[in-house]
């Protein structure tokens, strides 16, 4: 069975630029998050969807950052006007539901630096 | 709020002596708790899960957690550990109706031969 993937790995970018991430669950699995990981952090969630609804984005800072489920499968997050404090991975995980139960599967993530 | 600490930022073990990864949880009601390990430029994987029950949980390539609500704690041990252990270990809480993951900062494990 194929886990998350993500694209990019890597990207780096000049501030003011924009930027998107693409994420790939695992098939089957109706919940999508992604997390933002700064360097020697833990992970922060974003935002995250169950099917194409999104769930929860009170953390995703809406002026810049926009996160998308079209079709309740792949997802893409896009940063606006990327500024060095969004340096960071990317992370994109999956479940099936979205319970106390219900296991996360992370992709390997993307590393963004914003020079 | 909920929160999770780790009070080691870093821990320093011989290859095949027992480890011990500390974590305490700050939380009203029952917590549901995980350890992760992130190998380098890798994605997190889960290591083991505590859903209320037995307090000492077995996960995967040998680690162990034991819950103590008293201590507020979820403190991760392994008997004997390998070089392949060399690793980021998360700590984390899901609560609320969102079922949300709250990770500690990590703790990053180096072992020396």
């Known amino acids: 069975e194929a886990g998350v993937t993500q694209s990019p790995r890597y990207a780096v970018l000049q501030e003011g630029q924009a930027v998107s991430f693409w994420c790939d669950p695992i098939?089957?699995?109706?919940?999508l998050y992604w997390y933002q990981q700064p360097r020697d952090q833990g992970p922060q969630l974003l935002v995250y969807?169950?099917?194409?609804?999104?769930?929860?984005n009170s953390q995703l800072p809406s002026d810049r950052f926009s996160a998308v489920r079209p079709k309740g499968t792949n997802s893409t997050l896009k940063i606006q006007s990327a500024k060095q404090g969004d340096t960071a991975t990317y992370l994109c995980a999956s479940s099936f539901c979205g319970g106390y139960y219900a296991e996360q599967f992370f992709g390997p993530g993307t590393r963004l630096t914003v020079l | 709020a909920q929160s999770v600490t780790q009070p080691d930022a870093r821990v320093t073990v011989s290859e095949g002596a027992s480890l011990q990864l500390r974590c305490k949880y700050s939380y009203f009601g029952t917590p549901y708790l995980f350890w992760y390990v992130q190998y380098p430029r890798q994605g997190l994987q889960l290591l083991l899960k505590y859903y209320p029950g037995d307090p000492v949980v077995q996960g995967v390539n040998g680690f162990e957690a034991e819950f103590s609500k008293s201590n507020s704690s979820f403190h991760l041990r392994k008997a004997s550990v390998h070089w392949s252990d060399w690793a980021v270990y998360f700590c984390?809480?899901?609560?609320?109706?969102?079922?949300?993951?709250?990770f500690g900062k990590g703790t990053l494990l180096t072992v020396t031969p």
């Open positions: 969807f169950r099917d194409e609804a999104v769930i929860d």
């Open positions: 984390a809480v899901k609560r609320g109706s969102n079922y949300k993951l709250t």
């Open positions: 098939s089957g699995h109706d919940t």
